[in-house]
């Protein structure tokens, strides 16, 4: 059963720009969360998708958006990028409930803002 | 009164030796706590989880113990080998609130 994937794995951005991630979860994982880690910060709740709709969302400003498609893919966007937002962004699936069941994280993607 | 907190925040073991990471959390409608394990350029991966209907659960040289009065819950790791070494994060979550909480991690180095 393949992994969850995460594309790209590595994005420069300048300020001011916008980027998209995007995630495939694991075959049959209706769930997929989306979280920010840095070294001085952890790991950061972004929102969580379920079956296209979300269901949670963390303390992050309105430039960073989601959305998830039918098929469970999900993409996260951030605009009017900021250096602060060099981080890693991770992506996990999982079968139900993301809080309630195990989370498979993908490898993430580094996001570097110069 | 949703944060779950994590200590140390950084610890160093010999090889041989047992490795313990604290987590205590305020909301007692919390009642599933698992911990992740994070290598170095890979995702989080989870290690082991326990409800509050069990004291302790082990899963290998793994332990999670479950102080429900107090609050807190720790990971033990017995034998602690340098492949070990890795960051942990405890978490929370309850069955009104699908939301997993994390704790800030720990960065374990297990010294040969």
């Known amino acids: 059963k393949a992994g969850v994937t995460q594309t790209p794995r590595y994005l420069i951005k300048t300020r001011g720009q916008q980027v998209t991630l995007s995630c495939s979860p694991i075959s049959g994982h209706r769930s997929v969360s989306w979280y920010q880690q840095t070294p001085g910060q952890g790991l950061q709740f972004l929102f969580e998708?379920?079956?296209?709709?979300?269901?949670n969302k963390g303390n992050f400003p309105g430039r960073f958006s989601g959305r998830q498609f039918s098929n469970s893919r999900s993409e996260m966007n951030v605009s009017t990028l900021e250096l602060g937002d060099s981080a890693l962004y991770l992506c996990?699936?999982?079968?139900?409930?993301?809080?309630?069941?195990?989370?498979?994280f993908g490898p993430g993607t580094r996001l570097t803002v110069l | 009164q949703q944060q779950v907190k994590q200590s140390p925040q950084s610890l160093i073991v010999q090889k041989g030796g047992i490795s313990i990471i604290n987590c205590a959390y305020e909301?007692?409608?919390?009642?599933?706590f698992p911990w992740y394990q994070q290598f170095p350029g890979k995702g989080p991966a989870l290690l082991i989880a326990?409800?509050?209907d069990v004291s302790e659960k082990k899963e290998g040289r793994f332990t999670i113990s479950f102080n429900k009065s107090a609050k807190q819950f720790s990971l033990h790791i017995m034998d602690s080998q340098p492949g070990d070494s890795a960051t942990y994060f405890c978490?929370?979550?309850?069955?009104?609130?699908?939301?997993?909480?994390w704790g800030a991690g720990t960065k374990l180095i297990i010294k040969p």
């Open positions: 909301n007692t409608a919390f009642d599933y």
């Open positions: 996990a699936s999982s079968l139900g409930t993301s809080g309630r069941g195990e989370q498979f």
């Open positions: 326990i409800r509050p």
């Open positions: 978490a929370a979550s309850m069955y009104s609130n699908y939301q997993l909480i």
């Open positions: 998708y379920f079956s296209e709709t979300q269901r």
